[in-house]
């Protein structure tokens, strides 16, 4: 079970780049629980995925010769909707009906959160290098909130200047 949650149910297994096809169906998974439940669905289930993740990953990493499978993509899961839990947050707090997430605020979040998976500054590079099961998915957290962060900036950004 554990490499069944760790591998998202086999999506790790897709080439290339097993990380990008992994967040962009967390993508479309998370714009969907955004819609059904908005911000506190979108909100619950990346705590669930995130602990269900640090478990799946700590019960397999004892065994592991790669210490950073790329087909363990549950991280990927945790950070994109993290990041996507920013706009989506907005919308909410707005009152905005949970039917609206127009594409600028969840393309941002997985463009911002891919960015910061792949360039991994500062913090996500530091959780990188850990070489344990917690690293595995901090990184990916870490990017997560910087990329959430970053889509907050660039919507203030763009509403401030064009409206």
């Known amino acids: ?15 290339p780049a097993p990380g990008t096809w992994a967040s962009a169906a967390a993508i479309l998974l998370g714009v969907a ?50 990041a996507l839990c920013f706009p989506s947050a907005g919308f909410w707090l707005m009152g905005l009906s949970s039917d609206r997430f127009p594409y600028p605020g969840w393309l941002a979040a997985f463009i911002f959160f891919r960015l ?3 360039w ?17 998915m901090l990184d990916d957290l870490w990017a997560g909130m910087f990329a959430g962060v970053a889509t907050m900036i660039a919507a203030g950004a763009a509403h401030g200047l064009f409206m």
């Open 33 to 82: 629980l955004h819609r059904i439940g908005h911000f506190p669905l979108l909100a619950l289930a990346t705590v669930v995925v995130t602990i269900i993740g640090f478990w799946a990953i700590r019960r397999l990493f004892a065994g592991l010769d790669n210490k950073d499978p790329s087909e363990f993509v549950i991280d990927e899961v945790a950070g994109q909707w993290l």
């Open 116 to 118: 910061f998976d792949i």
């Open 1 to 15: 079970m554990e490499r069944q949650i760790a591998t998202v149910f086999g999506l790790g297994n897709l080439r």
């Open 120 to 136: 991994k500054p500062w913090k996500v590079g530091h959780a990188d290098r850990r070489g344990d099961a917690d690293g595995i």
